[in-house]
Nanobody, 120 residues
């Protein structure tokens, strides 16, 4: 069983930056495939970024070049650095762990989510 807790969300102006963190407990962290998803009101949950091992990363086209995912296996943490934020990035952001891919159903464990609001 893996528990995930996100932090770092908040309110930021367009063009600003935020760094989300996700702390994990349980499981063998270094072997987990980790992902970030987001869900805006009235929309489906969508893939944002994923990381396996420490070097293989994947990004949604909408965030490529602006967001960076990273992990620290020693701290059992995964991060999402978000730069050049846009109002359309406003959503609840979730950390997830599981079998990978861009499909939410492939992830078995989820955090509670953290709100990111970008004002124009």
């Amino acid at each position: 069983q893996v528990q995930l807790v996100e932090s770092g969300g908040g309110l930021v102006q367009a063009g600003g930056s935020l760094r989300l963190s996700c702390a994990a407990s349980g499981g063998t962290f270094s072997t987990l495939i980790l992902g970030w998803f987001r869900q805006a009101p009235g929309k489906e949950r969508e893939f944002v970024a994923g990381i396996r091992w420490s070097v293989i990363t994947d990004y949604a086209d909408s965030v490529k070049g602006r967001f960076t995912v990273s992990r620290d296996n020693a701290k059992k943490a995964v991060y999402l650095q978000m730069n050049s934020l846009k109002p359309e990035d406003t959503a609840v952001y979730y950390c997830a762990a599981g079998r990978g891919s861009r499909v939410a159903s492939q992830y078995d464990y989820w955090g509670q989510g953290t709100q990111v609001t970008v004002s124009s």
